[in-house]
Every structure is written in C-alpha cells, then in structure tokens.
C-alpha cells in the first residue's frame, strides 16, 4: 500500500501561483510514476501532468502546458506541482496519484489515490 497526503490548495486570484505538495508513504516511493488530477464539479476527472519514476518524463495536458510544473524529490519521496499564471478554470480538486505504469495519463493506470486539495482561483 501506498498513502498519498497532498497539501498545498487554497484562494488565490487569477494570475497567482500555487505549489503543491504529495508526501508518500507506504512501499518504495521512486518504483511509482506519480501524477496529478483535477476534478472541477459536474466535470470528470482529469490527469493534469504525470512524471515517470526518475523524473526524465513527463506529461501535461494542454490546459497547463508553460504553467505548470511536475517534478518530484525522491529522497523527500515528495511530488510537487508548481501551478503559475492561473486562471479560474483551474479551480478544482487536485488528487495526487502512484502508478506503477512508465507515465500513466488515465485514471485507470493508477492504484493509490490522496484524498485531494481544494484550489480555487478567483476572477
């Protein structure tokens, strides 16, 4: 088993920036590819970046692509999401996630989930 804490949402105005921050623990942090979902209301979860194992790959949706950044901190066996220049559709729920999966972008290639921050941005 693998428990996720994420910490990090809050208010912040739009053009504003956010980290946040997924601390893992359970089995070995560096064997899981880790992502980050967002989940607005009425809207279906979406996988937002992902980073593999080491951190040579990643992923970002076109929504965030020159915004955010994923990286990870595998001795702090921490993910971070460093959100800049946000916009009120970013305000959502974000989950952090653990797959085993080389860079998994669907809900379906992760087995452990946190139990999500809220951010909302302001208009």
């Known amino acids: 088993q693998v428990q996720l804490v994420e910490s990090g949402g809050g208010l912040v105005q739009a053009g504003g920036s956010l980290r946040l921050s997924c601390v893992a623990s359970?089995?070995?942090?560096?064997?899981?590819?880790m992502g980050w979902f967002r989940q607005a209301p009425g809207k279906e979860r979406e996988c937002v970046v992902a980073?593999?194992?080491?951190?040579?790959?990643?992923y970002y949706a076109d929504s965030v692509k020159g915004r955010f950044t994923i990286s990870r901190d595998n001795a702090k066996n921490t993910v971070y999401l460093q959100m800049n220049s946000l916009k009120p559709e970013d305000t959502a729920v974000y989950y952090c996630?653990?797959?085993?999966?080389?860079?998994?972008?669907?809900?379906?290639?992760?087995?452990?989930w946190g139990q999500g921050t809220q951010v909302t941005v302001s208009s």
């Open positions: 980073i593999s194992w080491s951190g040579s790959s990643t």
């Open positions: 359970g089995r070995t942090f560096s064997n899981y590819a």
């Open positions: 996630a653990a797959s085993e999966f080389l860079l998994p972008q669907t809900e379906g290639e992760y087995d452990y």
